[in-house]
């Protein structure tokens, strides 16, 4: 550049520091030329010392801001004002995610650096209450640009919109995890009249009161608490609606489960007549598990009405049949009871005769007697 070089406000160009001071550096814009860097133009941030941000020999692009008298008034602020503008655009454009660094807490929210001075409202620092902003002071966070006016300098960040996106995702590919059928385990979060919320890592399910225990529950509160781990079923899964139904019971051995070892065909079982019906009457055998004693098994003598030799809440024995325990069918005979006892009878009689010779009976007049009560 020759001494003879012009300079125009809104001129942008290539200077080095050649000299630093408190408030202000000296820039070398040509030969034997140099132009004035007041510390207010050096950044958007206050600084203490010019030093803080430029040094002897630094090589910088300026914008002309000013021109007082024989002096050039230089900015750096301006060239990264303009930088950072042209930035933003496009990450706003893009709804991009990306780092600032938290400069100072101010009444309302913070500020951070994006080149420029960036605001961040309270209510968009986070998703929940936050009880100390400075804590943020000082560290890098990942924002959105919620609002930006280039005409009133006006940048507005939202970190409360990066971590929504964050929780959405994160619940999007928890659901995408969970399969309905599969096993897992979760934490209960919430008790309802109606039911059990659990989390799933990231995201809740519920599980029905009627899916709580293979008994009938009256307050769900009486077999899960509160940060309990539970083991559950996946019943269904509806991402659109963000609804999972869960099952405890189904995680469970069920009552036939739990006598599918304990009893076998040819037990006597003692049990409380629950339902009577037209073809027979269904006896209790465990809880929640029942067996049917056909009409045709009610008693050695014939039936033409159940109501005529059993009552609903009676209690009866009977012997076991029958037992087909993946279909959760028992059949049971009360009869097979009392022709046990008839032919124990009989058996008694033969053993008495053989034991009195003196008898005025015959064998045959005893056993006769015993056949006949069995024809009957």
């Known amino acids: 550049m020759g001494e003879g070089m012009t300079f125009q406000v809104g001129d942008v160009l290539e200077g080095t520091v050649s000299k630093v001071e408190e408030k202000f550096a000296k820039v070398e814009i040509g030969e034997g030329k140099e132009g004035i860097l007041p510390i207010s133009e050096i950044s958007s941030f206050h600084l203490e010392s010019a030093s803080e941000k430029v040094s002897e020999g630094k090589s910088l692009k300026l914008k002309v801001v000013k021109l007082d008298d024989e002096d050039v008034i230089l900015s750096l602020k301006a060239i990264e004002t303009d930088n950072a503008w042209e930035d933003l655009e496009k990450k706003y454009q893009a709804n991009e995610t990306f780092e600032v660094t938290v400069k100072e807490e101010v009444k309302g929210g913070l500020v951070a650096n994006v080149g420029l001075r960036a605001f961040i409202p309270a209510s968009l620092v986070d998703t929940q209450f936050v009880e100390d902003f400075s804590e943020f002071v000082g560290k890098t966070i990942k924002v959105k640009i919620s609002e930006m006016d ?107 489960d739990a006598v599918k070892g ?27 598990v029942e067996g049917l004693v056909h009409i045709s ?48 009878e009989m058996e008694k009689y033969v053993k008495e005769y053989q034991q009195d010779e003196n008898t005025g009976f015959s064998l045959g007049d005893r056993i006769g007697d015993q056949l006949n009560k069995l024809r009957k």
Not at 205 to 233: A, F
């Open 150 to 256: 280039k005409e009133k300098s006006r940048v507005i960040l939202s970190r409360k919109a990066v971590l929504e996106e964050e929780e959405k995702m994160g619940r999007v590919k928890a659901f995408e995890a969970i399969k309905a059928g599969n096993v897992v385990e979760g934490t209960v979060q919430r008790i309802t009249n109606f039911g059990v919320f659990i989390d799933l890592g990231g995201v809740d399910g519920l599980v029905h009161i009627s899916q709580l225990s293979h008994e009938r529950v009256e307050q769900p509160s009486e077999v899960v608490k509160e940060g309990e781990t539970v083991k559950v079923k996946v019943l269904e899964v509806d991402p659109d609606n963000e609804r999972i139904s869960l099952s405890i019971k189904a995680t469970l051995p069920g009552p036939w």
């Open 262 to 288: 304990s009893i076998k065909v040819g037990d006597i079982i003692e049990g409380k007549v629950t339902r009577i019906v037209n073809f027979g009457a269904f006896v209790e055998i465990e809880h929640g």
């Open 297 to 344: 098994q009610l008693s050695t003598d014939r039936v033409t009405k159940v109501n005529d030799v059993l009552k609903e809440g009676q209690t009866v024995s009977a012997k076991i049949t029958d037992a087909d325990f993946a279909k959760k069918r028992i059949s049971l005979s009360i009869r097979a009871l009392e022709e046990g006892k008839q032919r124990e």
